[in-house]
């Protein structure tokens, strides 16, 4: 299931063409539906635009047909392709490799394999609603107070 998710049901290209200031777009990529739409409802509340996948290989479609996030948020244990899989192809795609991943995981943080990814961030379950928006603020360059009057 991909939705975008939107205050305003206005794609952020529409609102950059009108000149309003552009949302920060959040893909969020978790294989727990309960888990995903809470995090889309949360950060949609608070001024991103979200976009979600229910597993790597559907993350990778969507943002072939076009969606471009500021940052992903990223579950490493997921079926179809997992975070491993899904980060290693982002690594090797120049259109993909740029941008900010958050990864939201139970996986402890000495796993070896944590060592090659290119991750910015490594938030592990559980973390609080404040400690989830503090990484991605710190990642996205789009200014907290942008989100909020978008």
């Known amino acids: 299931m991909s939705t975008l998710v939107s205050c305003d049901n206005r794609s952020t290209r529409d609102r950059e063409r009108a000149g309003a200031p552009r949302k920060p777009v959040v893909l969020v990529v978790e294989d727990?539906?309960?888990?995903?739409?809470?995090?889309?409802?949360?950060?949609?509340?608070?001024?991103?635009?979200?976009?979600?996948?229910?597993?790597?290989?559907?993350?990778?479609?969507?943002m072939a047909k076009g969606?471009?996030?500021d940052v992903i948020l990223l579950d490493l244990m997921m079926p179809v392709m997992d975070g491993w899989e899904f980060m290693k192809r982002q690594r090797h795609?120049?259109?993909?490799?740029?941008?900010?991943?958050?990864?939201?995981?139970?996986?402890?943080?000495?796993?070896?394999?944590?060592?090659e990814m290119p991750v910015v961030r490594f938030l592990r379950k559980?973390?609080?609603?404040?400690?989830l928006i503090a990484a991605i603020d710190a990642e996205v360059s789009i200014p907290a107070a942008a989100r909020q009057t978008a």
Do not use: K, M
Not at 44 to 54: H, K, L, M, P
Not at 97 to 111: E, F, K, L, Y
């Open 32 to 62: 727990h539906e309960f888990a995903r739409e809470a995090l889309a409802a949360l950060l949609s509340s608070i001024g991103y635009d979200v976009v979600e996948a229910e597993n790597g290989r559907e993350a990778l479609a969507v």
């Open 67 to 69: 969606a471009s996030p």
């Open 93 to 115: 795609d120049w259109r993909l490799c740029t941008i900010p991943t958050i990864v939201v995981t139970g996986v402890a943080s000495h796993d070896p394999r944590c060592l």
């Open 126 to 131: 559980p973390y609080t609603a404040d400690q």
